[in-house]
């Protein structure tokens, strides 16, 4: 294919559109037979979506009820043995309270881990931002390097009997589980259909029952809580609101809904009306849209996802979406550029993702939901 | 220079196209005589009556009702720039392929396939690292830059190879490519702009709106010198020796072509991104249908190039509607295709590799 995509879920290289115009004839098979591809997947997923989507809403809630009431009862807590039993997306693990050797390869969960004192053996360092991570510059940490190109032989060297495993590198569970026969490896990822930040929830309880810290874990649940509380309580459930993402100068779409990258499920949390109804169908990057089509939507509020916010962070207060969605000219009518309402994610968040930043944004969300009463 | 470059031409232009060493694809059509060739043919203003017509399509597609209350303002600060935008990057892009196939003397040649680009991606990503932060004038300004450098190696490197088969030449193009493309990947990596990188590459119309496409009107410089100094090229185009021969300054030319080559290119990279095979099927369409006269097949590069991105350019925006598709992957499916009935073309006529 002659484009170049750096999304880290496809793995296509820059390399890959200069070797495949050697291979003439191949160029056009591949490109043909991708974007077929590509076609009638998006067409079969937007269909599944649409199928699912109803019935997800009547069925989510209840899952989840049950969800977490199996997992609170089979999280029993056997003292003597020092052994804990935890579900994780896999099935029951039989977890040891007072682990070795800990290797966290989950970005969801660095934040949660620090604040429990745990000292992994290896993580993946690369991927965490020296300004949020403490994990990030500490030697004594093996690196794995980044999702896209691991270095799990520190996996091994590291010598683990826990591994949290997830997001970024869940593609590599079965090389670990290879690689560390003896580990437990935990995954907590959301499930499909299930709501992200019920997840989240769920993950960093089930975490604070592994490292015995469920007072810690209970505190940032309910620091999520209370602000999710005053999101909802500020919303007046009828402004409209879109999700933004932006990045490299271009503005994507996020889709309302599971299928949107971080503030996709956060409509269905608070239940907010989508300024545009149309289904997203790239899930980690938004789709490619026109100013025009945002004029056109007119939504009441902007929630706005910065990726290269963290990166061009050197330059004080530089920030290239306010710049690119407050100061563009086409804009300037839209209802939520115009009052002001633009709610932009913590701007480690691409990195993070985890409930910490969900519970900043909340919080953010929440202060100008407020502030525009 | 510039003083003998008509007249001998003109006068040896028949026998000199027999001596274009054998690595170059021959003319398909015969060639008739180029001083009698009207510029402005009835076929021409079709050419150009269908252009336009493109162009106010691409003026009325979009999401905004153009003919609501505010409607006209909307008009203005992003369908006009992104027709505008289209149409310089179709005619530079179209035109860099043909200055490059001329220079050199291979029909699979094109920024994309001589590594150009590429270096045009370093240029971006070496100015973003150094300088977070920095001015679109200053990243292509990097752009530029990297660009010629990177032409200019291309060219010396290709000087001492012997073997100048048309499969020879770009494939040194796509390998200095993407050495310079892994370096590129790996700085991009190191600094968390990986991503970034890509949407630039992408190759999209989407982002170009009032205040964001104006650099694309140096484009615009390239392109009128390009028809000012077309009749060099096409000397040039017959090889260093022929060239010399008939009194032109082949390395200025040379570095002539490539300074324009490398500002299209990187001023496209900046503002919109790659636009693959353009440079590539544009100048070989053109040359099938009507030889290989460069001062009369110039009108027609442009035109040609305009019309297939501003096509690809309207399927990329309607076919997932009110979302967008860049314009590179509608190219990419699109100039496959036709890259592949080029070379299917030419091995009926026998000719491809020689």
Known sequence: MPIREFAPQNSSTLRSRSLSALSVSAIAVLALTACAGDDAEADATEAEQASSETEAETTSESAEEGEGAEAEGTEEEDAESGTVTVEDDHGTHEVSTDPQSVIVTDNRSYRTLEEFGVQPSAAPLALMDPETHAYAEDDSILDLGMHREPNLENVVAAEPDLIINGQRFQQYYQDISELAPDATILEFEPQEDADLIEELIRKTESLGEVFSEDEAAAGLVEELETEMARVQEAYDGESTVMGLLTSGGDISYVAPGPNGRAIGPVFDTFDLEPALEQEGEDESHGDDISVEAIATANPDWLLVMDRDARISQEEEGYSPAAEIVEESEALKNVTAVEEGNIVYLPENFYLTEDIQAYTEFFSDFADALEAAE | ?354
């Open chain 2, 1 to 354: 220079m510039p003083d003998h470059r008509f007249t001998p031409l003109r006068g040896q232009r028949g026998a000199a196209s027999g001596a274009i060493p054998s690595g170059v694809a021959e003319p398909v059509q015969p060639r008739r005589s180029p001083r009698r060739q009207r510029l402005f043919t009835p076929a021409l203003l079709i050419g150009i009556l269908i252009t336009c017509g493109l162009l106010v399509l691409s003026l009325t597609t979009g999401q905004y009702e153009v003919f609501s209350e505010d409607g006209f303002w909307m008009f203005g600060i992003t369908r006009v720039p992104r027709t505008i935008a289209l149409v310089l990057a179709g005619a530079s892009m179209a035109m860099c392929g043909l200055i490059m196939q001329l220079l050199t003397q291979n029909r699979f040649v094109e920024p994309t396939t001589t590594g150009t680009t590429e270096w045009a991606g370093l240029g971006l990503i070496l100015v973003l690292w150094l300088f977070p932060g920095a001015s679109m004038l200053a990243r292509m300004g990097g752009a530029v830059t990297m660009a010629f450098i990177g032409t200019i190696i291309f060219f010396l490197f290709l000087q001492r190879v012997t073997l100048k088969s048309s499969l020879i030449v770009p494939i040194i193009g796509i390998m200095l490519g993407a050495v310079v493309s892994s370096f590129t990947t790996y700085i991009a990596l190191m600094t968390d702009h990986l991503q970034t990188l890509g949407i630039w590459f992408a190759g999209s119309f989407t982002g170009v709106v009032e205040g964001r496409y104006e650099l694309m009107w140096l484009v615009l410089v390239v392109t009128v010198l390009v028809f000012i100094t077309a009749d060099q090229f096409t000397v040039a185009g017959l090889g260093r020796d022929m060239a010399t021969n008939v009194g032109l300054n082949y390395t200025a030319v040379l570095f002539m072509g490539t300074a324009m080559v490398a500002v299209a290119t990187g001023v496209t990279a900046t503002v919109v991104g790659v636009l693959p095979f353009l440079g590539l099927i544009v100048p070989n369409v053109v040359s099938l249908f009507r030889g290989d006269d460069l001062r009369s097949n110039l009108p027609w590069v442009c035109l040609v190039g305009i019309a297939t991105v501003t096509v690809c350019d309207l399927i990329g925006r309607t076919i997932r509607a009110p979302f967008e598709i860049p314009v590179g992957l509608v190219l990419g499916v699109v100039g496959a295709v036709v890259f592949v009935g080029l070379l299917l073309r030419q091995r009926r006529r026998g000719g491809l590799v020689t």
